[in-house]
Antibody
Framework: QVKLLQSGAALVKPGASVKMSCKASGYTFTDYWVSWVKQSHGKSLEWIGEIYPNSGATNFNEKFKGKATLTVDKSTSTAYMELSRLTSEDSAIYYCTRSGVRAPYVMDAWGQGASVTVSS | DIQMTQSPASLSASLGETVTIECLAS??????LAWYQQKPGKSPQLLIY???SLNDGVPSRFSGSGSGTQYSLKINSLQSEDVSIYFC?????????FGAGTKLELK
């Protein structure tokens, strides 16, 4: 079945960067968009952006432009998100998702989430 | 950005009861509306897309309806496993925004 396996929790210092991974299995990785979603304070969700693994094309929420960088490695069916210049506002759980199967920008498979804590 | 307003913020209901959660968009989203369920300590999971299409494997006691700016999620015959936070999401226009969530608990 479809699985998205994310990297583990990270504790990072303010001003630093963090790169997280999302390994896909159970489907053809290059056929569907991978979207990333932020969940802060255990409740609200924000769409960060998406990447199409086949071409590397990306679309971003304006709020996260300059903050998030999305890449993929097609050879390992892995998507990556790097967050830069971290502040306490970036402390959250980040999910990778598969989107565009049921409807555009609708996420039908989710990773288990990666917790990022920004603290000195 | 399109604002998605969910109500109520929290809800307490008894087993077997029918519950309804509402989602109001700040503009017409032409049925481009999805619902997700997030069980405690788990990732969100897709329930419904295009306002009323049930995702594979989702029990038929879940249903969605609505059009324009007003949408709802209905759960018939509430089960204990339905205790979750429910989110709506508009997929009409970027950025694809979510509601703040409705926490459903058992009475």
């Amino acid at each position: 079945q479809v699985k998205l396996l994310q990297s583990g929790a990270a504790l990072v210092k303010p001003g630093a960067s963090v790169k997280m991974s999302c390994k896909a299995s159970g489907y053809t990785f290059t056929d569907y968009w991978v979207s990333w979603v932020k969940q802060s304070h255990g409740k609200s969700l924000e769409w960060i952006g998406e990447i199409y693994p086949n071409s590397g094309a990306t679309n971003f929420n304006e709020k996260f432009k300059g903050k998030a960088t999305l890449t993929v490695d097609k050879s390992t069916s892995t998507a990556y998100m790097e967050l830069s210049r971290l502040t306490s506002e970036d402390s959250a759980i980040y999910y990778c998702t598969r989107s565009g199967v049921r409807a555009p920008y609708v996420m039908d498979a989710w990773g288990q989430g990666a917790s990022v804590t920004v603290s000195s | 950005d399109i604002q998605m307003t969910q109500s109520p913020a929290s809800l307490s209901a008894s087993l077997g009861e029918t519950v309804t959660i509402e989602c109001l968009a700040s503009e017409d989203i032409y049925s481009n509306l999805a619902w997700y369920q997030q069980k405690p300590g788990k990732s969100p999971q897709l329930l419904i897309y295009y306002a009323n299409s049930l995702n594979d494997g989702v029990p038929s006691r879940f249903s969605g309806s609505g059009s324009g700016t007003q949408y709802s999620l209905k759960i018939n015959s509430l089960q204990s496993e339905d205790v979750s936070i429910y989110f709506c999401q508009q997929n009409y226009d970027s950025p694809y925004t979510f509601g703040a969530g409705t926490k459903l608990e058992l009475k």
